[in-house]
């Protein structure tokens, strides 16, 4: 029809040509890499090349190609012999595959053995041919330089960037070499987006997806690409990130639909995010967050996002908050090694109880939390989440600087809360919960050489309290909390927020979650910026009593005179779908929780084991995490992570798993 059309009018015909070629000029197209799977395994291939293959004919190139596919499969293979065989071969395939997910066999399809050496490489030709036939090799190459001594087939290469060992694939056509990243799909909904470098300094979402139902997919590079140094300690780490820190390239959602079209793609990575990169970990994407960081019920609040789902028990209990993602992540995923949250009042701590996790809250200030969403600047900090204290700790030590690490001594004072109701266990402690946290307690005795002193703060502050405040600690700081964080950040982000939508939307106001409106609202409603000012003293003089009359004095042997131990969870269902009345202020009154926060001190839940619960949903008996909170003084971070390292080489803590149980059925 449409050659029919040319024929009787050619006036036409030639208008629509000039069209078409001026299309066809000003079209922009963009390579976002090519999603393929090898062997039933799902990868993703960059669309950003990371070196060049020369000196290989486009004959011999295309005759490696068996699959259907511009796109080869490629082993990158470092060796410093003079002499490499089938044997060497043999075992740098089952060194790649015990740490490596990403690469299998089928990458031998195409080999570089890049030489490092002095003399002249030789290939052994005793059954080399063979072996490279049984991992079906089509091309076996080496680099330009390693000498002649080579057996019949080897070609000579070179490439234009040296790259790390591992899997890469390889473009045919144009010798472009892509990285290799393993597909995952977040079946536990625990990320917002997905991400890869955009190979200069900021990241690109990742334009790949898996079928799966409302699930994002992740991609995870070779473990191969990246080694362990000085300067780089955190080297091949995958990282997530809660959705509230900004990473250049992507866009930030805090988990606001509003948030995320009206701010776009952000053009810095917050400095916290950026020291964990630059000491080498790998982001590999964003989690899911309550909304601006505050603290929602899955089925009564999340309205913009869904929440994401705990992989504990029957895997239909709340992931806690705010660093929801952070968590179930971290409890789900195997391919992920850390994962980044932030803590106000327990938005760290809550979902390492909920997911049976290693986690902490820093020392306010430990790290900057510049271009990172904010719920109150006084109280907001940034943490890590990770199954192992070996590596929590790893992570800890060089993340957080000027820090003391010259402590001489583990603290020998030992406060034990009465408080046993923990932050997010319910009221009941049934008897499998008491005995792992008793347990617990009478080894850390034994490790720090000393015995427990059961404390009461409330009793405490009565005794000691500051002249002039008030008898009660409780009464004094019931409304602290609730003040700082709903005046701060309506202050700091919703007024902003109201203002830069309504600029663009006819002065339409967006959608916030109940969570924080309500709470908006209620600071506005309670004094604002007074009662701001009233709520700042009152944290500033429990921040003082609480280090010189408390249970946080600083020590210059131990850093920290004692440790403040109490219960964080206990094993008891916080089902996902229950429907709650809706909230009509933030969270009041002062517990255990709280005191971290407002001393500034830092604090680190860790997983001491299960407790055993009859699921209403599996209709199974399930088992939950029990978990304890650790406190030392202010600044005593390192400290205390390296007590937890150390409790975990004594067998007193124990590395997690993923999945419904800690550690396996």
Known sequence: MLRSLFTLNPRLAAFAALIAGNLLVSASLVDNGKFLTLNSIPYYAGGIPVSQLYGVHNSVMHSAATFDSDIIPLAIIHTANSSFGASDLNFTVSTYLSIDDVFQEAFLNAVYVAYNG???????????????ESFNNRLFMVSKGAGSETTRGTIQAGLSEDLPNGPYFLSVATGAIFKAFRVYADNFVAFNQACISDEADG????PATTENVMTKSVA???????????????????LG???????KGLRTSGGSRSYYYLYGTQNVTAPSVQRLID??????GKTGTVQFANGDSPTADWVDLHCPFNPRGDGYQAPSGSSSGSGAAMGAYSWLDITVGSDTGGSMRGPAGSQGLFANRPSTGAISMEHVIPLSPALDTAGVFARSGALWSTVIHAWYENFTSNYRSYPKKLFVSSNTSGWSSGSNVT??????????VGKLEGFLGTNRTQVNIT??????????APESVREMLNLTYAILTSVDQYNILGRQLFADYGAIHGDRRPFINPGPLTRWNWGQQNGGNASYQVAMQNMTTFRNWWETSGYGLPSNQSCSDGLYVYTWSTGSPNYRNRYFLAGTTPPLGFNDWAIAGYAGAPEVVVPLGEAPYNSTVSLQTEYLPVTVAIQAARGCDRMLASLVRDLEGEGILKPVGTGSRLYGE
């Open 241 to 247: 990130v809660k959705d509230i820190y900004h990473v």
């Open 279 to 284: 000491q080498g970990a790998v982001l590999v």
């Open 220 to 238: 995870v590079p070779s473990r191969l690409y990246y080694t362990v140094t000085e300067d780089q300690p955190l080297a091949g780490l995958r």
């Open 203 to 206: 990241f690109l979402a990742l």
């Open 459 to 468: 009793q405490r502050w009565v005794e000691t309290h500051p002249v002039g």
């Open 118 to 132: 002095n003399a002249s490489l030789t290939i052994d030709s005793s059954n080399f041919a063979s072996t490279l």
């Open 431 to 440: 008897t499998e919960a008491a005995g792992l946290i008793q347990d617990f």
